[in-house]
């Protein structure tokens, strides 16, 4: 199997398991979507192990100010630790306690974070605050991490994103690496059409290969929304 | 019948779709992966240990023994 959604899921799983893509060059001959499920229950496993002593932290920080409990998150615990925190702490704590990090940081706890389990503490977050984590994944050309995010936010958020990540090959790669079809057609619906049409010049004129980055199926879209979004 | 490995996880709860998953793998990829988790568990526990001890001596003197009681409640 190859492709950008392959490549993808051996990142994330990667990112899971302490180790580099390389490393997982023996998953090549399993489908994406059984890594993907694969991904999710193992991430649940390494979570599940640590929940206990994860929610006494979570308790004892309740007795910290929100500044102390993220400079101890930030310089100690480390953008892993506070992934698995966020989905065990009280969704609005974790948002006054996040705001409280630096961004880079944030992009760096994005990267290892499950959104499936923090899902509350992101749909609280500010648009600013995302539009800016989101900004920093891009300039680390980290689409995986960006493309996870999408079907936990809101269309203004969405919007206010793809506005502010400029070009056409960050958004290409970004809709590559989105994990459901559903997830796919909400992000193009939402993508102005020039933008959309100016990713299909570049597909077009960097003689992207779009059969051997398993592309096929974004490009079939593509060509559909633009066809019906048409004046 | 096969020897239960790291990726038989009797802490999360049985889901349909991972079991199916984990039986389409083949054996060899199954144990190279059970190999990879089975180095990957005692190790996110050791680290989250670490940090969290680590994480007391950055909380301030009066509220270490109330934040240290609530960690280590035995």
Known sequence: MSGLAHDGETIKLGRVLGV????????ASVDVDTLRVLRERLAGTLLEDARPLLQRAVKGARLLTVGMVASIGERVFGALLCAHMAGIMEPARAVEVSLRMSLPFLADVSAMLEPKRAAAVIA????????????ILAERNDHV??????????????????????GDEPLMRTA??????????RMLALVPVERLRSVVRY???????????????????LDAVLSARAP | MTMPDALDDA????EPLATDALARLPPDVRAELAALVAQARPRSMRDTRAAI???LT?????????????????
């Open chain 1, 20 to 27: 580099a893509p390389e490393r997982l060059a023996f998953l």
């Open chain 1, 124 to 135: 609280a977050m500010p648009t600013g605050t995302i539009v800016a984590v989101a900004k």
């Open chain 1, 145 to 166: 991490t960006l493309a996870r995010f999408v079907g936990y936010l809101g269309d203004a958020t969405v919007l206010a994103v793809i506005a502010a990540i400029p």
């Open chain 1, 176 to 185: 590559a690496f989105l994990e459901t079809r559903e997830i796919s057609t």
């Open chain 1, 203 to 221: 597909l077009e004129e960097a003689r992207v290969d779009v059969a051997a980055l398993g592309l096929e199926a974004l490009r079939a879209e």
């Open chain 2, 11 to 14: 802490n999360t709860p049985a």
């Open chain 2, 53 to 55: 001890d680590q994480a």
């Open chain 2, 58 to 74: 950055h909380v301030p003197g009066f509220l270490r023994g109330a934040v240290r009681k609530l960690l280590f409640p035995s």
